[in-house]
């Protein structure tokens, strides 16, 4: 089979299976990948491949969730410390989470953005408390980046404010990773 023709039959697959989510009032949310075939653009588009292919998505007249693996994929190590819990690979430490700079886009390009997303798989994280670890205090970051105007953003002051939260999550018995200089 043609590559033509695959991209057609991948296109025609991924708009029945839209077409029967919405018929139930749903929204059909696909990974970025399969915002390249020229789908409804009533799909949103999941970007975990970076703002390029999220400004892509949206050029294309896509509703867009920016999830970029660089920076909001919490399964990924949080420090190169040797005490860190196993994790799929890669290294977004919090600072990394709070620099998260929002793609270039038009205004009506930026509209079509539905907000941030990260993701935590699973495959190594096998209890809450290692899940709760992997996502706190990074989720404090990325909810500032996604819920405030903060720029330019202080990450000094950001820390303060997470330090706070910390001692709220503490009394609520949530594993997060504590704050260390480095963060």
């Known amino acids: 089979m043609r590559e033509k023709d695959l991209?057609?039959?991948?296109?025609?697959?991924?708009?029945?299976?839209?077409?029967?989510?919405?018929k139930d009032?749903?929204?059909?949310?696909?990974?970025?990948?399969?915002?390249?075939?020229?789908?409804?653009?009533?799909?949103?588009v999941m970007a975990w491949r970076g703002n390029g292919f999220a400004a892509a998505a949206a050029r294309k007249g896509h509703p867009v969730i920016?999830?970029?693996?660089?920076?909001f994929y919490f399964d990924y190590y949080q420090?190169?410390?040797?005490?860190?819990?196993k994790a799929v690979g890669g290294l977004i430490p919090l600072k990394q989470v709070y620099g998260y700079e929002l793609p270039e886009l038009s205004p009506e390009e930026a509209a079509?953005?539905?907000?941030?997303?990260?993701n935590i798989w699973?495959?190594?994280?096998y209890n809450m408390g290692l899940v709760e670890y992997m996502a706190w205090p990074r989720a404090?970051?990325?909810?500032?980046?996604?819920?405030?105007d903060c720029d330019p953003r202080d990450y000094k002051s950001f820390r303060?404010?997470?330090?706070?939260?910390?001692?709220?999550?503490?009394?609520l018995a949530v594993k997060y990773r504590p704050m260390d200089e480095e963060d």
């Open 160 to 171: 303060s404010r997470a330090s706070r939260a910390l001692k709220i999550l503490e009394k």
């Open 7 to 22: 991209k057609a039959l991948g296109r025609d697959f991924l708009q029945q299976i839209a077409d029967y989510v919405r």
């Open 140 to 148: 404090l970051a990325l909810s500032e980046r996604a819920w405030s």
């Open 112 to 118: 079509r953005v539905r907000g941030l997303q990260a």
């Open 25 to 44: 009032g749903y929204d059909a949310i696909v990974w970025d990948e399969a915002g390249e075939l020229e789908a409804d653009k009533h799909i949103l």
């Open 79 to 85: 420090s190169a410390a040797s005490t860190e819990p």
């Open 66 to 71: 920016l999830a970029p693996c660089s920076h």
């Open 122 to 125: 699973t495959e190594y994280l």
